[in-house]
């Protein structure tokens, strides 16, 4: 038996979202969820966060620095505590997403 075989396995595909999060568990005192936003644009002041990209596209501006990154499924980002970010969705993006 593997440790998998123990565990419910929750498809991140397929967990009801339209806008918004939902957690699925903590791990080491971490969030460990799904994040959804269909297209539009948001503003956010990001807490430590590593994601994966599993839907949509995106790109987030990140206004102090200039810089930006475009967003297609399979993309790892790693957000640190206080970025300041603009989300431009083009597509409805979904996310796994490890934050602290």
Avoid: H, Q
Wanted: glycine residues 12%.
């Amino acid at each position: 038996m593997t440790a998998l075989d123990s565990t419910t396995r929750i498809p991140a595909l397929t967990v009801p979202l339209t806008d918004g999060a939902a957690e699925l568990g903590r791990f080491g005192g971490l969030e460990v969820g799904v994040w959804e936003m269909a297209p539009g644009t948001d503003t956010d002041v990001e807490a430590d966060e590593l994601f994966i990209v599993i839907a949509g596209r995106a790109t987030i501006d990140f206004p102090r620095t200039g810089r930006r990154l475009e967003l297609a499924p399979g993309d790892v980002v790693r957000l640190s505590a206080g970025d300041e970010t603009v989300w431009t969705v083009t597509e409805t993006l979904r996310k796994v997403y490890i934050a602290g």
